[in-house]
């Protein structure tokens, strides 16, 4: 197709992603309301595939192992463009929209601290004006929807790797919140690679005051593994992240534990030194064991590979970001963001005017699982700007923007440049062509994927659930009821932005 029928195609559907601003603003408004728990977004993946069916997408349930997972196709024939992002809340960070003050609205609750609320809006507003656009113009195709499952807990993608989701997928577009209109390409550095392993001790339990002797405490094994790993510590490279928490030591002192867990992340920035220091992990487990005549069993809850992105995808992505810019803010979306960055003890710099540039070495100090993703499909990352900067991540500040004005025209923004992108690898074959090239003669030439998930190991599909089981009937009376008010901020009757508490 030549560039003037591009262009032509390119301007109808970003006025098609406008036609499904109303239906993105209610998808991100219901899915912060929800704030589910990784392998819990029962409401949410009930809600997204209940739309995307309505829209004539093809559902299959339960996918990788995972009751909430969930794969939707629409189309035929090739190429099958993957649209994903995640759409799991964090512990712990409930927090009402809009206001600039930090107000729970389910105290202790879990809440959209992240964003993931807003990526799958992102995805189906694009989804669905392409699908119209293909339509129109006998364009073949296939788009596959799909969610990050349990991505906080880096437990999701690695099992739908395994499990196949993306067998028959030429370029995965993931998409996820930010500060900014980004994307880059090449391995992101920082501490990528992960491994999340949980130790169980299994001691003898016995009075501890009457018979101590007869007991074999499995918390005392726990304590010196932290011990043992603490001492380790300095003697690895300095790169290295590591962190753990005691999930169990015993219910009351006078028990001697016969069981205790410890759960562990170990991160580095290339596989071979996550490898090395999960073997140097299980050792010292093994040296605890036997220092305390108890019995170790591990089990790997999650893991990812260092994320490497596609260059060509990232390439065209870039220019459809420079072509559709970042939106246009008004003065109380910047009077809010400046409030909300101050609330959080951060510079008060309010929203962003510029796209950013490609990025060439990205750099992020977390790890996201669609790492492994990347390394069996050409992938890219698309981040839009539904937040703001200057915020502390995984906190309650980063969910007061995450259902005003602020997301809603993030979120347009964002499927307008992944519209655009898509239609790119539609009218052009050869660009799907140069993706493949790019990662089997530079990405793959010299490193294979080898996941470090096991055939048997199962998602840990019962993390959250106590927590959930808390606090569902807490939420409940917050979800979003999209028939009987315009916005989320409306249900809850807050006057956008509320920059103070009120007195
Ligand atoms: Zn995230």
């Known amino acids: 197709m030549n560039d003037v029928n591009t262009s032509v195609l390119k301007t109808r559907v970003i006025e098609l992603v406008n036609e499904h601003a109303k239906l993105a603003q209610v998808i991100n408004d219901s899915l912060f309301s929800f704030g589910e728990l990784g392998f819990h977004e029962v409401e949410t993946s009930r809600y997204l595939t209940a739309t995307l069916e309505r829209h004539g997408f093809k559902v299959e349930r339960g996918v990788a192992g995972m009751p909430t997972g969930w794969v939707a196709r629409w189309?035929?024939?090739?190429?099958?463009?993957?649209?994903?992002?995640?759409?799991?809340?964090?512990?712990?960070?409930?927090?009402?929209?809009?206001?600039?003050?930090?107000?729970?609205?389910?105290?202790?609750g879990p809440g959209h601290g992240e964003g993931h609320n807003s990526g799958q809006a992102v995805n189906i507003a694009a989804a669905l004006a392409l699908k119209e656009l293909m339509q129109n113009e006998g364009l073949p195709g296939t788009l596959v929807l799909w969610p990050g499952i349990a991505e906080e807990l880096l437990a999701g993608k690695a099992f739908q790797v395994r499990d196949g989701l993306f067998n028959d997928v030429d370029a995965v577009l993931f998409t996820h919140v930010g500060a900014n209109l980004e994307t880059g390409w090449g391995e992101v550095r920082g501490a990528g690679g992960l491994i999340s392993v949980e130790y169980a001790f299994h001691g003898a339990?016995?009075?501890?005051?009457a018979a101590p002797w007869r007991g074999r405490s499995a918390l005392d094994a726990v304590e010196l593994m932290n011990m043992g790993w603490n001492v380790r510590r300095e003697?690895?490279?300095p790169e290295q992240r590591s962190h753990y928490i005691i999930t169990y030591g015993g219910e009351q002192p006078n028990v001697v534990p016969a069981l205790a867990k410890v759960w562990y992340y170990i991160r580095e920035t290339d596989v071979e030194n996550v490898r090395k220091n999960f073997g140097i992990c299980n050792r010292i487990a093994d040296g605890a064991a036997m220092m305390t005549d108890t019995e170790v069993t591990r089990r790997v809850?999650?893991?990812?590979?260092?994320?490497?992105?596609?260059r060509v995808l990232a390439e065209t992505l870039q220019r459809n970001i420079e072509r559709i810019?970042?939106?246009?803010?008004?003065?109380?979306?910047?009077?809010?963001?400046?409030?909300?960055?101050?609330?959080?003890?951060?510079?008060?710099?309010?929203?962003?005017?510029?796209?950013?540039?490609?990025?060439?070495?990205?750099?992020?100090?977390?790890?996201?699982?669609?790492?492994?993703v990347s390394w069996v499909v050409p992938t890219v990352q698309l981040r839009y700007p539904a937040n703001m900067r200057n915020l502390p991540g995984h906190h309650w500040s980063n969910a007061m923007a995450m259902a005003t004005p602020i997301a809603h025209k993030g979120v347009v923004c964002g499927a307008k440049v992944l519209a655009a992108t898509v239609l790119d690898l539609l009218l052009k074959p050869e660009l799907i062509a140069e993706t493949k090239r790019y990662f089997t003669e530079v990405q793959t030439k010299d490193k294979q994927y080898e996941p470090f998930i096991g055939p048997d190991d199962k998602p840990p599909v019962d993390l959250n659930k106590d927590?959930?089981?808390?606090?569902?009937?807490?939420?409940?009376?917050?979800?979003?009821?999209?028939?009987?008010?315009?916005?989320y901020l409306e249900q809850l009757g807050v006057s956008y932005p509320q920059l103070e508490r009120p007195a």
């Open 467 to 487: 927590a959930m089981d808390r606090f569902r009937p807490l939420m409940r009376p917050f979800y979003y009821q999209a028939d009987k008010y315009d916005t």
């Open 235 to 237: 003697h690895l490279r």
């Open 205 to 209: 339990s016995a009075h501890a005051a």
């Open 75 to 108: 189309g035929s024939g090739g190429p099958v463009i993957a649209l994903g992002s995640d759409t799991d809340a964090l512990p712990n960070v409930s927090q009402k929209p809009g206001v600039a003050y930090h107000e729970p609205l389910v105290e202790g």
């Open 325 to 372: 810019g970042v939106p246009e803010w008004t003065e109380d979306d910047n009077a809010f963001a400046r409030a909300v960055q101050r609330a959080a003890g951060g510079e008060p710099v309010g929203l962003t005017t510029e796209p950013a540039a490609i990025s060439t070495s990205p750099f992020s100090p977390g790890t996201d699982d669609i790492g492994d």
């Open 301 to 310: 809850l999650g893991a990812s590979w260092p994320r490497h992105y596609n």
